[in-house]
């Protein structure tokens, strides 16, 4: 099932990550997807926090993966914004992540939708227009419509039960 939730502020997107974060398994993978500024930083912050892992200051401007290996289960955290398209992500070692037993978060995953494993929670982000403000130039600024795209039996019970818990959203 595919559902739809309309977040209204940056804390609102961090708390579905926390939420999430607290329900991930080892050797899940999450696929954030979405244009620049959509949000996609805060959710994966969000889903870290929930797992128990604080990420230390801010994102160095070349790096592609962040480890962490303290929390409740191993994370990794991939940005491919910067992927050089010949780049080789098998020469940074991704197997290990995306296919081991660690919560494995990865923005603009759609870089790389060919090694996604075949079960998987893809989560699109995309700035809501003209929402809640009306029209001016704030318009509907804080507001992001998040789409979960859950593959597998396990991601489309957790996508159930987050619509359940969600439904005012
Ligand atoms: N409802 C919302 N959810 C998430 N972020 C929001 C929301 N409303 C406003 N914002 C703002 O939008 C920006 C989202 O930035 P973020 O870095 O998470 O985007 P991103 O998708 O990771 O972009 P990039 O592709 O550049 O990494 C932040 O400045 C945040 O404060
Ligand atoms: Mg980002």
Redesign the pocket.
């Known amino acids: 099932m595919v559902v739809e939730l309309v ?8 708390a579905l990550g926390r939420w999430l974060g607290e329900r991930l398994w080892p050797g899940s993978f999450v696929a ?1 997807v ?12 969000g889903i870290l926090s929930g797992l128990g892992v604080v990420r230390s200051g801010g ?1 160095p401007t070349f790096t592609l993966l962040w480890e962490y290996r303290r929390g409740r289960v191993p994370a990794f955290h991939w ?1 491919l ?1 910067r992927l050089d398209p010949a780049g080789d992500l098998a020469a940074l070692g991704y197997e290990d992540s995306f296919y081991g037993d660690g919560v494995c978060i990865v ?2 995953a759609d870089r790389a939708r060919d090694l996604w494993p075949p079960e998987h929670l893809e989560v699109q ?1 995309a ?1 809501v227009r003209g929402g809640a403000g009306g029209p001016g130039p704030d318009a509907g ?4 419509r998040l789409t979960f795209r859950p593959a597998g039996a396990r991601y489309e019970r957790l996508v159930e039960e987050l619509r359940r818990a969600h439904a005012g959203l």
């Open positions: 977040s209204h502020s940056p804390e609102e997107t961090a954030l979405g244009d620049l500024g959509a949000g996609k930083s805060v959710l994966a912050a994102s940005d914004y923005e603009w982000l700035a600024a804080a507001e992001r």
